[in-house]
């Protein structure tokens, strides 16, 4: 083999190392398939969080930032506390129905709740916490959760915040509502 071959293979076996050890950019998006059920599933693998310059004024200004000023959980430095701490996660319907998920926050201490999601033609916003009315919540539950319902074929991507300084952050799981 040619010097010029030994440095090019070097490159790219160097290069696919890096890939490797290096982990996606992006965080995965959840696809849900036909038959698949969804039982506490850890939403971790499928979240990143902001690591951008700037704060969003809200979830929805938040949905506007690009997907190079997020970077997977597993990937981000220890989350901050007494800080408000943006998010995204994005799940595809595969299947040929509609599903409805719960994505479940497993914490009630939270102070604020920021949440922007959007579907096709359809968004949700909302503000809820432990210093909101209990009214103020997606879903009517000791703990913050949240109802997902995706269309057969759509994508349906959040944004949001939490803001909490006396508790811990949970990764939330999915399960089928």
Not at 20 to 41: C, F, H, N, Q, S
Not at 138 to 167: C, K, Q, W
């Amino acid at each position: 083999m040619t010097g010029i071959r030994k440095t090019g293979l070097v490159h790219v076996v160097s290069g696919i190392l890096l890939w490797l050890v290096a982990g996606p950019l992006l965080a995965a998006t959840l696809e849900i398939t036909d038959g698949m059920v969804l039982d506490r599933l850890p939403a971790g693998p499928y979240m990143s969080v902001y690591t951008g310059v700037g704060t969003p004024a809200d979830a929805r200004a938040a949905s506007a930032l690009p997907e190079q000023d997020f970077v997977p959980v597993g990937k981000a430095s220890p989350l901050r506390m007494m800080q408000q701490q943006w998010f995204r996660f994005s799940i595809r319907n595969a299947s040929s129905s509609p599903r409805s998920l719960i994505l479940d926050f497993d914490q009630a201490l939270y102070s604020r709740i920021d949440w922007y999601s959007r579907s096709g033609n359809s968004s949700k916003a909302l503000v809820t916490g432990q210093s909101y009315p209990h009214a103020s919540r997606d879903v009517d539950y000791n703990h913050f959760a949240f109802r997902l319902d995706i269309a057969p074929g759509e994508t349906l991507t959040a944004d949001f915040s939490i803001y909490t300084p006396y508790a811990a952050l949970f990764v939330p799981v999915f399960s089928d509502s």
